[in-house]
């Protein structure tokens, strides 16, 4: 293969992801939204509500499924403040939430975290009620 066929297949991946994350970013119903797992990186991608889901999809990668669901079930949102100069978009907002894997970090638009927290609020009496434990 010469160096031109290369670059080529380069651009074209390239492309490709770009035009993935494009799609993901401007889909119906699709947040923009970062996610941290413990106090590593924020990561960037589009986060969906289905059902009693929030299912988060990374920008960079090659599968259109989810790589975390979070479920509003037993989710507790333990703090939220305003991302710090240098840690993300301006105006953005970091939600501490902790489900059953653990603690796990938003960030999103005032905006998204609005609806974040209706999406919350929302959620019928029994969705609280452990009925395994009865």
Request: net charge positive; glycine share 12%.
């Amino acid at each position: 293969m010469t160096a031109l066929g290369i670059l080529l297949g380069m651009l074209v991946v390239a492309a490709l992801l770009f035009v993935r994350a494009f799609a993901l970013a401007h889909s119906r119903g699709a947040i923009i939204c970062r996610v941290r797992v413990r106090d590593g990186d924020w990561k960037n991608g589009v986060a969906r509500y289905v059902g009693g889901e929030l299912r988060w999809i990374p920008f960079l990668g090659l599968r259109l499924r989810p790589r975390r669901a979070i479920a509003r079930r037993g989710l507790i949102v333990s703090d939220r403040r305003r991302l710090a100069t240098g840690e993300g978009p301006a105006g953005y907002w970091a939600v501490v939430c902790s489900d059953g894997g653990g603690p796990v970090s938003l960030a999103m638009s005032e905006d998204a975290l609005t609806g974040f927290l209706a999406w919350l609020e929302s959620a019928p009496p029994s969705a609280y009620l452990d009925l395994d434990a009865a």
